[in-house]
């Protein structure tokens, strides 16, 4: 089967001019080697293009073609700013509140899917298509209509809501007939697959559901959990680099603190990072005898900045640190240090090594590649993972502390016991951790993906 094309919102590199570099993340590092060695077409929003672009990388066989799209500023706006991140985002992350169900977004949002249809439906001698997430959720029945032998994947990264909470979207029903569109779609758990099934009962009658299979209009889409990897080796072998250990004990020096807990996100507020802040209180609080031997290291990438909601959290997140601050500081003891920045990949692997405690604690998420990431760069096996149950990871890694995000004594009481668990039982829980991931890695997702549509008659 040749390779399918990859479609995605954004491009597997960063171009400036003739330099190109390639993203970090899991989706690019399994489809990107893949590309470079078959060839085969890739589909993304080409960043600052006023026409499309296709730019050609040579491969051992034919050639990997990456076709840029071009889109308006304002025509990005409706759809990416607008519909993808104020009306899918918060709604699937069951944040139904933060919704705006501007009816432009939608125009803008269906508009560009109808681009990106249209244009992967013109692409020559591809026989599987393969979209990802939740920009794209009508592309699949558009391109079905023009092209109905083409095989047609999807995965939607982010969290399915509950059925009540979906019903909400004034265009559920769209949604749900774009989707219906693909021969297979893949979720991380099977609690999303089971929020999406009873969301087509609630909303399409019309729909037959036959265990994980669903057909509507008589086409039959496959349904099914396929927890995402990353690419272990690759993680597990920066991590072992001499000079990451040199520059994760450099970091553990300068930050002063003998014990030091770790969270990196995205700033979103779907990621909890004020209730992780409040818990932290709560613990310096309620054991105080850990005032002065414990830091909290967050770092929070930026997002999203133009949407104001992420402008609001940071703002909220500047003053909760500073009045944090002030309460517990001492001239040589700083309780939190926060960076609001993007780190490379080198570094932040180098922290992962070095952090006694990943504290993760999203309020609803997909997976949390970070959880994955951190386990991964645990080459010592000296750290804990206490990892939020409403992370889709949280299905996979059941060796970590799992905590409800909402409740701050219990997070506290988290805090508290893995500074203290013994070493061999951290080894033997990261271990067991360890071993899950190295088998699940991201390329063992990519084959599990494509074996579904290989499997069906
Ligand atoms: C989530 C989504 C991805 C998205 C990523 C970064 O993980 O599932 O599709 O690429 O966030 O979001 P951004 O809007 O910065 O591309």
């Not at 960063?14 to 993340?25: C, K, L, P």
Request: charged share 25%; net charge positive; aromatic share 14%.
């Amino acid at each position: 089967m040749p390779v399918p094309t990859i479609v995605s919102n954004s491009e597997p590199y960063s171009m400036r001019g003739a330099q190109v570099t390639r993203n970090v993340g899991g989706l690019v590092a399994a489809f990107e080697p893949l590309l470079r060695k078959n060839g085969g077409n890739w589909v993304a929003f080409g960043s600052g293009l006023k026409k499309n672009k296709i730019v050609t990388f040579p491969s051992e066989k034919e050639k990997f073609c990456l076709h840029r799209l071009a889109l308006k500023r304002n025509e990005y706006g409706m759809y990416y700013y607008g519909f993808s991140n104020r009306v899918l985002w918060p709604l699937c992350h069951q944040f139904s509140e933060k919704c705006s169900f501007i009816i432009e977004y939608w125009q803008g949002y269906k508009n560009v899917n109808r681009k990106f249809a249209n244009y992967i439906a013109r692409i020559k001698g591809q026989e599987t298509v393969w979209i990802q997430d939740f920009h794209f959720s009508l592309v699949p029945a558009m391109i079905r209509k023009m092209k109905p032998a083409l095989k047609l994947m999807f995965f939607w990264h982010i969290p399915w809501p509950s059925p009540s909470v979906f019903a909400i979207l004034p265009w559920r029903r769209q949604i749900l007939e774009g989707l219906l569109g693909s021969d297979l779609l893949a979720f991380h758990t099977q609690e999303f697959v089971d929020n999406f099934i009873l969301s087509v009962v609630r909303i399409l009658p019309g729909a037959v559901v036959n265990g994980n299979s669903i057909t509507y209009k008589s086409h039959k889409t496959e349904l099914k959990a396929i927890p995402i990897g990353i690419d272990y080796r690759n993680y597990r072998s920066m991590a072992e680099l001499k000079q990451t250990a040199n520059m994760a004990e450099k970091q553990r020096l300068s930050l002063g603190s003998n014990k030091i807990i770790l969270a990196v996100d995205r700033l979103d507020y779907t990621k909890g990072i004020l209730r992780r802040l409040w818990a932290f209180e709560y613990f310096l609080d309620t054991y105080p005898e850990w005032r002065g031997k414990v830091s909290l290291l967050q770092i929070a990438t930026p997002s999203r900045e133009g949407v104001s909601e992420y402008r609001r959290l940071k703002m909220e997140i500047d003053r909760t640190i500073g009045r944090f601050e002030g309460k517990f500081g001492t001239p040589s003891w700083k309780p939190i240090f926060y960076f609001y920045r993007k780190f490379s990949a080198k570094q932040l692997t180098a922290f992962y090594r070095m952090a006694d405690v990943a504290l993760l604690t999203p309020l609803f998420d997909g997976w949390n590649m970070v959880a994955s990431e951190y386990v991964a760069s645990q080459v010592d096996g000296n750290g804990t993972l206490i990892l939020s149950e409403f992370a889709g990871a949280s299905s996979f890694f059941k060796e970590a502390f799992i905590c409800n995000p909402y409740d701050t004594a219990q997070v506290a009481s988290y805090i508290a016991a893995a500074l203290k668990l013994p070493a061999a039982k951290k080894r033997l829980r990261m271990e067991a951790m360890r071993k899950k991931i190295e088998e699940h890695d991201v390329f063992e997702w990519m084959k599990k993906n494509l074996s579904v549509l290989k499997e069906r008659p």
